[in-house]
């Protein structure tokens, strides 16, 4: 049933704090209503799993009538199924798809109202191990799809007068990591297209914001990389000291997609418990 989500799954301590992962169920993302979203037409990218399927399990909540895609037919049947979402397979890096998909969608709704480019892979790697295809696989990842999901949706959103595209970048490249260079240089194009798009699409009712995510833990993170030190070296560089997670970026999502918003484009709206200030 599409219109009560949180998360409820494994937990484990991690450097003394318990954290949680885990499938979608009912109860979270309807203790704030935004009246604006219901009925409205959402799309998110990458949505089965991690960030993306906090997004869809917010906005179903909210009553939109919510797409996603991915190229994880497995899971993102999961996520549909707890969501009450409509999941359609999608290649994101294969831009013939995407447009065919996107219009597959907006012959059945009438066009997107909101769209939501969060789909990315923050892999690893020195500056060493970088090919010519490695490169342009991360910018296909990370980067491409966010501009031709966005070039796909504007024609209808213009006809209306109204739309709001939300960006997925990080604060990664405000750090300066090291062994993210793909990844970090497409999250840094990803804030200056976000505001050239702003000023391009602001006459026709068109809002264009990003989200700048710091540290979030998904079940991903909690595999790959989480150890007791890495959460102790994040709760002492961020303001606040308590873990994020997808919720915290699923919540700022919906504002933006909302008119709550209405006054906002071309911003970064930073995520990161005050990761960033040091």
Known sequence: ????????????????????????????????????????????????????????????????????????????????????????????????????TIAAIEAETGGIDVLVNNAGRDDRHSIAEVEPESWRRALALNLDHQFFATQAVVPRMAERGRGAVVMLGSVNWMRGRPNFIAYSTAKAAIHGMTRSLARELGPSGIRVNAIAPGAILTERQLKLWTTPEKNQEFLDLQALKFRLDAGHVARMALFLGSDESAGCTGANFVVDAGLTQN
Not at 46 to 63: C, N, R, T, Y
Not at 76 to 84: E, I, K, L, N, V
């Open 1 to 100: 049933m599409a219109g009560r989500f949180a998360r409820q799954g494994a937990r484990r301590r991690v450097g003394g704090s318990l954290l949680s992962a885990g499938a979608i169920v009912a109860g979270s993302y309807d203790t704030v209503l935004y009246r604006s979203l219901a009925d409205r037409t959402v799309l998110v990218t990458g949505g089965a799993s991690g960030i993306g399927a906090e997004i869809v399990a917010a906005f179903a909540a909210q009553h939109a009538r919510t797409f996603f895609l991915d190229v994880d037919e497995v899971q993102g049947r999961t996520t549909a199924a707890a969501t009450g979402a409509d999941f359609r397979v999608c290649d994101l890096t294969d831009i013939a798809a995407l447009r065919t």
